[in-house]
Nanobody, 126 residues
Framework: QVQLAESGGGLVQAGGSLRLSCVAS????????MGWFRQAPGKEREFVAV????????YYTDSVKGRFTISRDNAKTTVYLQMNSLKPEDTAVYYC???????????????????WGQGTQVTVSS
C-alpha cells in the first residue's frame, strides 16, 4: 500500500503561483511514477503531468506546458507541482497518484494509477 497526502492548494489571483506537494508513505517511492491530475466541477478528472521513478522524465498535458513543472525528491518521498501563470481555467481539485513501474501508454489515464490522494483545492480568481 502507498498512502498519498497532498497540500499547498488555495486561492490565488490569475497570473499568480502555487506549489503543490504530495508526500508518499509505504512502498519504495522511487519504484513509482507519480502523476498529477485535476478535476473541475462538472468535468472528468484529467491528466496534468507525470514524472517517472528513477530518472525523472516528465510529461505534461498541452494546456500546462511552459507554466507547470513537476518534480520529485525521492529522499523526501515527495512530488511537487509548481504552477506559475495560473489561469481561472486551472481551478480544480488537484490529485496526486502513484503508478507502479512505468508504462507511457497508460500514464495519461486514471486507470494507469494504483494509488490516489484525497486532493487539494486550487482556485484561481480572475
Amino acid at each position: 500500500q502507498v498512502q498519498l497526502a497532498e497540500s499547498g492548494g488555495g486561492l490565488v489571483q490569475a497570473g499568480g503561483s502555487l506549489r503543490l506537494s504530495c508526500v508518499a508513505s509505504g512502498r519504495t517511492f522511487s519504484n513509482y511514477a507519480m502523476g498529477w491530475f485535476r478535476q473541475a466541477p462538472g468535468k472528468e478528472r484529467e491528466f496534468v503531468a507525470v514524472i517517472t521513478g528513477s530518472v525523472s522524465v516528465t510529461y505534461y498535458t498541452d494546456s500546462v506546458k511552459g507554466r507547470f513543472t513537476i518534480s520529485r525528491d525521492n529522499a523526501k518521498t515527495t512530488v511537487y507541482l509548481q504552477m506559475n501563470s495560473l489561469k481561472p481555467e486551472d481551478t480544480a481539485v488537484y490529485y496526486c497518484a502513484a503508478k507502479a513501474g512505468w508504462s507511457y501508454s497508460d500514464s495519461y489515464f486514471r486507470s494507469g494509477y494504483n494509488y490516489w490522494g484525497q486532493g487539494t483545492q486550487v482556485t484561481v480568481s480572475s
